[in-house]
């Protein structure tokens, strides 16, 4: 069976379009933190299932999730009503190319999310073992409206001389309102904690959203002599699209 029923723990509400939750974690289910795992819901003897990035670390007991809400979604029209005590069905094999072992070790480790892709981040972030590898951390989440930053409390109470937190709000008035690609791009990202200027030798990036941003931070990154991980071999940027465009 490669789905076990969890149960669900506790639901979270941010924004009228995302909102976290937490499963039960399945028996002998081992993740790195950063990856992501298939779950869903069973309607009708049916399941529909997606891929979700765990928000929680690796040596966690419950599984969390940061989901969006998709009104007409086949999955999270549905999800985004569940309750404790409901049941979701949880994938056993994890994967994903977000994890601490797909970049080497160095000296900065950028995260530059949007929406929802935060989530492998937090997992990461929650993850004593990143500040092992990097002497630090800069988290980048970029989103519409300030409702939407999910986590941001607990992000800002993480904030130490290693781990710094940008939060950046495009749609409505907001300190910092740039999206994070442009930020990373300018150089101000490094400038702003008095880290050295960005450069592949010694710094590393990864990347979670939406296609377009996603897209444009690897050409960006490519030009600048920067080397993806992959097949081929462990890079200084690795990247994951928080969703996939469905076409009809
Ligand atoms: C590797 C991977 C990891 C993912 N991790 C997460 C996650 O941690 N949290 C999460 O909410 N979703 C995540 N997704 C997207 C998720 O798999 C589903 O697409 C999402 O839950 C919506 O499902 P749905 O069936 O309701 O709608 P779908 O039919 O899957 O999507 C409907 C529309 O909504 C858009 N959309 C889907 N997901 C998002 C999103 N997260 N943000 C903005 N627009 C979106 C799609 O582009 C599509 O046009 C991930 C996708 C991939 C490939």
Request: aromatic letters at 10%; charged letters at 20%.
């Amino acid at each position: 069976m490669p789905y076990s029923e969890q149960a669900v723990l506790s639901v979270r509400p941010w924004s009228d379009k995302t909102f976290s939750f937490t499963l039960s974690r399945p028996q002998d289910f081992a993740f790195a933190s950063g990856e992501f795992v298939t779950i869903g819901l069973k309607r009708e003897g049916k399941l529909i299932a997606r891929a979700y990035s765990i928000v929680s670390p690796g040596d966690a007991s419950e599984l969390e999730f940061l989901s969006i809400h998709v009104p007409d979604g086949p999955l999270t029209s549905q999800l985004a009503q569940v309750r404790p005590g409901d049941s979701v069905w949880v994938n056993s094999k994890p994967t994903g190319s977000l994890t601490l072992e797909h970049v080497r070790p160095g000296r900065v480790l950028y995260m530059i999310a949007t929406g929802t892709g935060l989530a492998p981040f937090m997992s990461l972030v929650r993850d004593p073992a990143t500040f092992a590898r990097f002497e630090h951390a800069v988290l980048v989440h970029s989103v519409r409206t300030e409702a939407e930053l999910a986590y941001r409390e607990e992000l800002e109470s993480r904030m130490n001389g290693r781990f710094h937190y940008v939060p950046t709000v495009t749609r409505e008035p907001f300190p910092t309102p740039e999206r994070g690609s442009v930020l990373f791009q300018s150089g101000v990202l490094a400038e702003r904690f008095g880290l050295p200027a960005v450069d592949p030798e010694n710094d590393r990036v990864m990347i979670c959203g939406n296609p377009e941003m996603t897209r444009e931070m690897t050409d960006h990154l490519k030009a600048a002599g920067w080397t993806i991980t992959n097949h081929r071999g462990i890079g200084n940027f690795t990247t994951e699209l928080a969703f996939v465009t469905h076409h009809a």
